[in-house]
Nanobody
């Protein structure tokens, strides 16, 4: 089992910044993919960004809307991931969920409870 706990959400004006944090526990996490998804009211959950362990270190990937304004990072122990969000837009209002994916023939996903981000115009 893996437990994911997010923090850092809140209310911010359009153009502002927020930094989300996610701390994971429960097993060795260094080779677990960790990332962020979001779900806006009335919409499906969508991918934001993720980090993946490789023998060369952690790599990152972003959805197109996030790649120029958001930065995902991972701590050296692999137990935490952070999402720095800049130039936020009102469309960024959503619940942001931390995801941990254990790779394998059948990947297993773990989710946090979510943290609310509200961007006011």
């Amino acid at each position: 089992q893996v437990q994911m706990v997010e923090s850092g959400g809140g209310v911010v004006q359009a153009g502002g910044s927020l930094r989300l944090s996610c701390v994971a526990s429960g097993r060795t996490l260094v080779n677990v993919d960790m990332g962020w998804y979001r779900q806006a009211p009335g919409k499906e959950r969508e991918f934001v960004a993720m980090t993946r362990w490789t023998w060369r270190g952690y790599t990152s990937a972003y959805d197109d809307f996030a790649k120029d304004r958001f930065t995902i990072s991972r701590d050296n122990a692999g137990n935490a991931t952070y999402l720095e969000m800049n130039s936020l837009k009102p469309g960024g209002t959503a619940i942001y969920y931390c995801n941990g994916r254990v790779p394998g023939p059948v990947p297993v996903d773990y989710w946090g409870q979510g943290t609310q981000v509200t961007v006011s115009s």
